[in-house]
């Protein structure tokens, strides 16, 4: 399974954008990428997935550029809400199988 | 109603005891896992289930012995309690066949087992 790399921390305030980029060099090409987000005392909880180009949902965006070797979580408008750990994953289809590899994640600490 | 959840959420006790952690997940998932979190907060998979069938064994001493007595449950049963086994453990579920590479999983909200 590809190994990830993101920032350890990152500061942000309300209302602002917040991005948050992974590494992922040795992504194969049966590789999804997926964020996850922890809240302390939480179990992690899937955000967003994406193979290529840009997702969007309700809570977040995507952006994976061509070569796939990076992705981005952007975050619109972030509340304190959304102070979490923010994991990035990369895993092929694999199910019982699959033995996720989550990386240190990056902790967002939203200030008022 | 939640959908994985564990019990207990905190668990203290003394070096070398024997304690279980329970699992139940009403998703109708048929694969389970267990996970452990360290103190640095990395997320290693133990074990993983499907319809009570171990199919990951990670490199877990032999103290750990998961069961599923069916496939909506798993639990953890620890033998000889050292300090080093502290860390949050996450149950999670997921369909066989659902997922697509790291989505579809649902993770309880862990038990912080604390040995002294």
């Known amino acids: 399974l590809a190994k990830t790399t993101q920032p350890i921390s990152m500061d942000s305030y309300e209302g602002q954008e917040v991005n948050i980029t992974c590494s992922h060099n040795n992504i194969a090409t049966n590789d999804y990428i997926t964020w996850y987000q922890q809240f302390p005392s939480q179990g992690p909880r899937f955000i967003i997935q994406?193979?290529?180009t840009k997702v969007t949902n309700e809570v977040a965006s995507l952006f994976i550029p061509a070569d796939r070797k990076s992705s981005t979580l952007s975050l619109p408008r972030v509340s304190l809400s959304d102070t979490a750990v923010y994991y990035c994953?990369?895993?092929?289809?694999?199910?019982?199988?699959?033995?996720?590899?989550f990386g240190t994640g990056t902790l967002l600490a939203v200030q008022p | 109603d939640t959908a994985v959840s564990q019990t207990p959420k905190y668990l203290v006790t003394q070096m070398g005891n024997d304690k279980s952690i329970k699992c139940e997940q009403n998703l109708g998932h048929d694969t389970m896992y267990w996970y452990k979190q360290d103190s640095k907060k990395f997320l290693k998979i133990m074990f993983s289930y499907n319809n009570k069938e171990l199919i990951i064994n990670e490199t877990v001493p032999n103290r750990f012995s998961p069961k599923s007595p069916d496939k909506a449950h798993l639990n953890l049963h620890i033998n000889s309690l050292e300090l080093g086994d502290s860390a949050v453990y996450f149950c999670?579920?997921?369909?066989?066949?659902?997922?697509?590479?790291?989505?579809?999983?649902?993770f309880g909200s862990g038990t912080r087992l604390t040995v002294v």
């Open positions: 999670a579920s997921s369909q066989e066949g659902g997922t697509r590479g790291a989505y579809g999983y649902t």
């Open positions: 994953l990369v895993a092929p289809d694999g199910g019982a199988t699959n033995k996720l590899i």
């Open positions: 994406g193979y290529k």
